[in-house]
């Protein structure tokens, strides 16, 4: 089997980008993690400080690694209008089916054709992960030539730019890696667009969110209540924040509608939620029959409740999120 024919496979069950690079432990993004963990920037996240170092080495989750497969699926979908009054914003990779399970099944069924292009003599060994898998897989795309990391933190592709899922599938089979200097994928220059952006001042460097003061984490990881002084900062937004690649000119450029109609608005929650409904929720079934099947179960009900008061209150204080515009400013 060759990098040709795993490629090929991976274009024809679904994906929409794939790169391969061998195994290697990552040695300076390995570093920058630890900084960042030590740094507290992960918040209230402590699965991230469980064995940190499995997410750098692909051999601490299978022994004889020799590749990662790294496999990427755009997301992108446009925002339809403003946010009507009473209902909160909900972020563009939340808005359909869970993409876990999108991803989950063009994974396996990748596997499945890898398995038997190899036939059954080979011991071959394949493990995949999305991500809630214990790896840096935004750091092994880059070394697989899909993208550049941004300042933003997030892997911006040619094609696609940064609305891209990511997934790897490890393997102990050698495949020929991908150049990342092959292709151009661009770079930040003297951009700080999305450093000004941030409603809450999360991005504190280069590369570096600080989660505790981003609106994605507060709104879907943080299990407690949101500090006043951030909650007026969030605005309308009920799951979730985009703005940080908004505003990216490579995204300007680059970003095009899915085509995997199940990770479109109209196959999920939409684009917004209703808070009064949101707040008027009594359990936790009234809960799953809105979000079941979508990202949105994540914060449970309480976490979803607190965003949408946080929400209203924003609202009926007249509280927004103040984009600037760059072109103007130019
Ligand atoms: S997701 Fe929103 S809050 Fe988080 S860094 Fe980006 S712009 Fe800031
Ligand atoms: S907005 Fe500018 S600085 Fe931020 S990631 Fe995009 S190009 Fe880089």
């Given amino acids: 089997m060759d990098s040709k024919t795993v ?16 195994a290697e432990r990552l040695g300076e993004e390995a570093e920058r993690f630890a900084a960042w963990l030590a740094d507290g920037f992960h918040g209230e996240m402590s699965y991230l400080t469980d064995r940190p170092e499995r997410r750098s080495d692909p051999s601490q989750h299978l022994k004889d690694a020799k590749s990662v497969i790294v496999l990427g699926l755009n997301y992108f979908q446009k ?4 946010t009507p009054p009473g209902h909160g914003r909900v972020s563009k990779y939340a808005r359909g089916r869970d993409y876990h399970k999108v991803i989950e099944r063009r994974s396996r069924e990748l596997i499945r054709r890898l398995d038997t292009e190899v036939g059954t003599e080979a011991s071959v060994e394949f493990k995949w992960f999305v991500d809630f898998g ?9 070394r697989a030539g899909l993208g550049y990391v941004g300042r933003n933190s997030m892997l911006i592709n040619r094609t696609y730019g940064s609305w ?8 102990n089979q050698v ?20 450093i000004e952006a941030c409603p809450t001042g999360a991005i504190v460097g280069d590369r570096t969110i600080d989660s505790r003061r981003c609106i994605s984490y507060l709104t879907i990881e943080r299990p ?4 006043q002084e951030l909650a007026e900062k969030m605005g309308d ?8 690649q908004d505003v990216c000119p490579h995204n300007d450029k680059r970003a095009r509608v899915t085509r995997h109609k199940e990770l479109l ?19 936790r079934e009234e809960f799953l029959k809105l979000t079941a099947g979508t990202p949105l179960t994540r914060p449970k009900l309480e976490g979803l409740q607190r965003n949408a008061k946080i929400v209203m209150e924003n609202e009926t204080a007249g509280r927004r999120i103040v984009i600037p515009d760059f072109e103007k400013k130019r």
């Fill in 79 to 82: 925002d339809a209008r403003e």
């Fill in 164 to 171: 891209i899922f990511l997934s790897e599938i490890i393997t």
């Fill in 265 to 283: 608005a109209e196959s999920g929650v939409g684009e917004f939620l209703n808070a009064k409904t949101v707040l008027s929720m009594q359990s």
């Fill in 237 to 244: 937004r009920i799951f979730g924040c985009d703005i940080c």
């Fill in 7 to 22: 490629r090929q496979h991976a274009f024809d069950v679904g994906f929409d980008l794939c790169g391969i690079v061998s």
């Fill in 134 to 142: 214990p790896i840096l897989e935004r750091a092994f795309a880059q």
């Fill in 224 to 227: 407690t209540e949101i500090p």
């Fill in 175 to 194: 495949l020929e890696s991908d150049d990342p200097k092959a292709v151009k994928h661009g770079t930040c220059g003297t951009c700080t667009r999305c």
